[in-house]
């Protein structure tokens, strides 16, 4: 007759022989983890979001409970700034977030703030921002990038644009669209900071002329007719790299199991959403709630599943529409994607010499915990850390050349 104690140790070893299999299928070597306790050194995990339609997968994974599934508690908090979230992080009062790529980076390196080594722990979105010009721009006929160049060389002025934080996506993807058409951000224009649920109501009272964030916050501005789409953010980058889930290199050190906990129930929570129109509704319900977006339920519904309108009459059906987990293609924190960012911060002078691109983004990507945690929800992962895609201006990136890639773009600050 077995013991109690030979039958939880025979269990115990066929689970961590499980775990084992799973992991080399999907071409991850077991790490140490699975041979120890893997349970959660934390239960309760405080994650930071900003009211925008890509925080749902995080808040998904607290309301359908996936969490639970894997011995935690996600305790989503709502917050008002990516100043804040970034503050928040660094101090311990939230121990992870779902925030901007590049505001982790540049956290990483002190950049226009508080150093700390930080982490990316998974991608948790592609695609879905837009950049948003006002209506008066485009009664003057800036309607894109071309025609926002032609108006501002012919009629002089001062001309503000508004992006979310120095070093994050949105700001980025702003610069890298203005300067595709020849204007310099850092000398045609005054760019200002402007968290992304005041967005709105900024360009309503015309504080500016065009801003980049993400949705609902460009949808809305059509909705409330004071801006029109100039470009999604899908159409300067597909599927490009979009918000993470980010922590301190301190917490990630410290509580492991607790981040592959977070990283398998978000996982499950982007697979949920992607899995249909009907998934995709109820979540749109769930975050216009006042506790997260606090928006009508149709300025997040429509563009979530690709329809997409302009404001100035024009309609299309978009398959590049923002992507939570795409059979787990969304989701893997690529080094090259990394990378990138630091490209254009040392593009527009936020770096002032180059730096190891490939050690920055190996010591802030955790590659191998989002390998163990795919592996354990059966979620495919790449065969490199390395992804290719070509850019609106036809200008390839493939994370091959960092240094000569940043260098050679003409207009830089």
Same mark, same amino acid.
């Given at each position: ?8 140790? *025979? ?5 961590? /022989? ?21 349970? =959660? *050194? ?25 969490? *639970?599934?894997?011995?935690? &508690? ?35 390196? $002190?950049? $226009? ?9 998974? !991608? ?15 009664? /003057?006929?800036?309607? %894109? ?21 120095? !070093? ?10 203005? @300067?595709? @058409? ?10 200002? !900071? ?40 899908? %159409? ?19 509580? =492991? ?10 996982? *499950? ?25 606090? !928006? ?21 059906? %978009? ?33 002032? %010499?180059? =730096? ?5 983004? /190996? +010591? ?8 163990? @945690?795919?592996?354990?929800? &059966?979620?495919?992962? =790449? ?5 290719? +895609? ?9 994370? +091959? ?13």
């Amino acid at each position: 007759m077995v013991s109690d104690e030979g039958l939880m140790s *025979e269990k115990r070893r066929q689970f961590i /022989k499980n775990t084992a299999a799973v992991a080399v299928t999907a071409g991850v070597v077991p790490g140490a983890w699975a041979a120890g306790s893997d349970a =959660p *050194e934390k239960k309760e995990v405080r994650i930071g979001f900003i009211p925008l339609t890509d925080c749902a997968s995080v808040v998904m994974a607290s309301v359908l409970k996936f969490d *639970e599934k894997y011995g935690i &508690k996600i305790i989503p908090s709502k917050e008002a700034s990516w100043a804040g979230v970034r503050d928040k992080l660094v101090n311990g009062e939230l121990d992870m977030a779902h925030v901007l790529y590049g505001l982790v980076y540049g956290v990483h390196l $002190g950049l $226009g703030g508080p150093k700390k080594d930080m982490a990316v722990l998974m !991608t948790l979105n592609q695609n879905g921002q837009a950049i948003t010009l006002s209506k008066k721009m485009a009664d /003057k006929g800036a309607v %894109d990038a071309p025609s926002l160049a032609a108006l501002m060389a012919k009629e002089k002025g001062d001309y503000t644009f508004a992006q979310t934080f120095p !070093t994050g996506t949105h700001a980025m993807w702003l610069y890298y669209w203005m @300067a595709s @058409a020849g204007i310099n951000p850092m000398k045609d224009a005054k760019v200002i !900071t402007v968290p992304p649920p005041q967005m709105v109501a900024n360009m309503r009272v015309g504080n500016m002329d065009g801003y980049c964030v993400g949705e609902p916050w460009n949808h809305r501005a059509i909705i409330d007719g004071i801006g029109i789409t100039g470009i999604t953010t899908q %159409d300067i980058w597909k599927d490009h790299p979009e918000k993470v889930l980010g922590a301190t290199g301190e917490f990630v050190k410290k509580n =492991p199991n607790t981040a592959r906990a977070a990283i398998m129930a978000i996982l *499950e929570a982007g697979r949920w959403i992607d899995a249909g129109l009907q998934n995709k509704n109820k979540m749109a319900e769930t975050i216009a709630e006042k506790a997260y977006v606090n !928006t009508s339920v149709d300025a997040i519904n429509q563009r979530i599943l690709g329809r997409y309108q302009n404001g100035l009459g024009k309609t299309w059906d %978009d398959p590049n529409y923002m992507k939570f987990f795409n059979d787990g293609a969304v989701n893997y924190p690529y080094l090259s994607d990394g990378m990138w960012f630091l490209t254009q911060h040392k593009r527009w002078g936020l770096l002032k %010499d180059h =730096p190891d691109y490939l050690a920055v983004a /190996k +010591s802030i990507n955790q590659t191998e915990l989002y390998k163990q @945690a795919a592996a354990q929800v &059966k979620v495919n992962v =790449p065969k490199s850390d390395m992804r290719s +895609s070509k850019l609106l201006d036809g200008v390839v990136w493939d994370g +091959s050349n960092p240094a000569k890639y940043a260098d050679s773009f003409k207009v830089k600050a």
